[in-house]
């Protein structure tokens, strides 16, 4: 059962059950049906109604074979909600005249309280959403588990970027540690990000359990943005795992092409805790750091642009305000600033950015009084809104009395010049160089953008030049993220950049 939460707590919020057609693409494609009919023990840990319960005894029928009491002992059902489990139960007497066995039905949440047996095979569509997503109650109950299995490093990090860390790595690797039998198989329907996004997943791909144990990624089918279920853009495949034994690359994975599946294989780049890169099954893998040539100092990492926290309407401005002094007020990027080159570009919409420009830091509120007071009022003005943004690193301002500060701004929000690209959604990366309009340096808009910082035109021509090569677009086709809010983040344009050791003289 594929989910955003609904099974996890008190209040549903809707749940999206695996359709037949793929419970019995998968109970057939990694040959569980023919095991179970052989002897193997199989189970659902998160079964919502039962969709690959019913696959797997549909097939058994088809086969010719009776639903006797001794196969039937060889399947096992876990299910947190009660009222889903109960469905089961009456869907499956319906259907087959049998009741399903009562010992083998489990109610409990798999990762607080899993059952005390093991089995050969495991097989689902465990829930999928970022633990930012998750009920505040539940946040807190899982912290510990998400430690425990090496998700993340401390309990900081579910603040930070690895708020992003899907529950379904946390579902999987729980249920593996818990419930196979050591070289047992695991087939589950899972998010593409938790292998192909950068930063949050990266501790699941350790590819450990938290009892120590290694599982190995055998195999990947991408249904390529195939929607697998109504109303539901996640990116979706269905990943071979094998418990106790060492992933080796580059694995087969398979990508669906109008009911077609394409062979190719993956490794990880730059190095095994990365995002797969797919290349093709006669391919070697791809070292890309070694075909662009993009050495930076430190100070020039990619950055996204200004996060306002959900106060745009409060930051941003389609005209200039005669009430925001010209000094806090800066060009902002949009779509059209990619077509044009520097000189050319015109803002159609500018940003109020409260923040010194040599450190990046939130302007005091004395200097904003005595040296911008229309400005201050501006803000006070909205001081409730900007009060109740949310998220643990706008708090922290918030908390040191800077209820005006804004994100992802720092000295190199300011460098004279920028090279910057279209971060979000794109499917072609190009890059453009953007300086100074009438005195001030464009801004990047949150995670929409993001660009490097450069001190002179010189140097950012030098970089244009080396993001133009080829094998930057290929390196992010290979990547699997074409169209997705993760295309060309900085995280993943930081791969392919050699870094050069720290300088004094920042921007």
């Given at each position: 059962m594929g989910t955003d939460t609904s099974h996890l707590h008190a209040e549903p919020v809707g749940a999206f059950f695996t359709p037949a057609k793929w419970a019995d693409f998968c109970v057939h494609?990694?040959?569980i049906v023919r095991e179970w009919l052989s002897g193997a023990s199989v189970c659902d840990p998160t079964a919502g109604v039962g969709s690959f319960i019913f696959s797997l005894c549909d097939q058994a029928l088809a086969a010719g074979r009776t639903l006797s009491c001794e196969l039937l002992s060889n399947l096992y059902f876990i299910e947190k909600e009660?009222?889903?489990?109960?469905?089961?139960?009456?869907?499956?007497l319906r259907r087959y005249g049998i009741p399903f066995p009562y010992m083998n039905i489990h109610i409990r949440d798999i990762i607080l309280d899993p059952p005390n047996f093991r089995v050969d095979i495991l097989v689902g569509n465990p829930p999928w959403a970022n633990f930012s997503d998750l009920p505040c109650q539940y946040k807190e109950t899982l912290k510990p588990y998400f430690l425990s299995a090496g998700l993340v490093i401390d309990s900081q990090d579910l603040l930070l970027g690895s708020s992003r860390i899907d529950l379904a790595a946390l579902v999987v690797t729980t249920s593996m540690e818990n419930l196979l039998r050591d070289h047992g198989k695991a087939v589950f329907i899972l998010p593409m990000s938790i292998f192909q996004n950068d930063g949050a997943h990266a501790g699941f791909r350790r590819y450990f359990l938290p009892g120590g144990s290694p599982f190995a990624l055998r195999e990947i089918l991408d249904f390529n943005g195939q929607r697998i279920f109504d109303g539901v853009r996640t990116r979706l495949g269905v990943a071979f795992l094998e418990k106790n034994a060492v992933t080796k690359y580059p694995i087969p994975y398979s990508i669906l092409d109008n009911d077609t599946w394409l062979e190719k294989c993956a490794t990880p780049f730059p190095d095994d805790t990365s995002p797969l890169s797919v290349h093709g099954s006669d391919e070697a893998p791809r070292?890309?750091?070694?075909?662009i040539s993009l050495d930076l100092r430190e100070e020039q990492k990619p950055r996204q642009g200004v996060n306002t926290c959900g106060a745009n309407q409060v930051f941003i401005f389609e005209t200039k305000p005669d009430f925001i002094p010209e000094e806090l007020l800066y060009?902002?990027?949009?779509?059209?600033?990619?077509?044009?080159?520097?000189e050319e570009a015109i803002p159609n919409r500018y940003i109020f950015l409260p923040h010194d420009p040599i450190s990046g830091k939130p302007l005091e509120q004395p200097v904003l009084e005595r040296s911008f007071p229309t400005a201050w009022r501006y803000l006070q003005e909205n001081q409730e809104s900007l009060q109740n943004r949310k998220g643990s690193l706008i708090t922290s301002w918030k908390t040191r009395g800077f209820w005006w500060a804004l994100l992802g701004v720092g000295p190199y929000s300011f460098a004279p010049y920028k090279v910057i690209w279209e971060a979000y959604g794109s499917r072609t990366f190009h890059s453009e160089i953007l300086g100074r309009h009438q005195g001030q340096p464009w801004q990047g808009n949150q995670a929409l953008h993001a660009y490097i910082p450069c001190r002179t035109r010189l140097e950012a021509e030098a970089v244009k030049i080396s993001l133009s090569h080829p094998s930057v677009q290929e390196f992010l086709e290979a990547s699997r993220t074409q169209g997705t809010c993760n295309w060309a983040q900085p995280g993943r344009i930081k791969q392919i950049i050699r870094f050069r050791k720290p300088q004094l003289d920042l921007f």
């Open positions: 494609r990694f040959g009660p009222g889903y489990t109960s469905e089961f139960q009456d869907s499956f070292d890309f750091l070694s075909e060009p902002l990027a949009d779509k059209s600033s990619f077509h044009f080159h520097e």
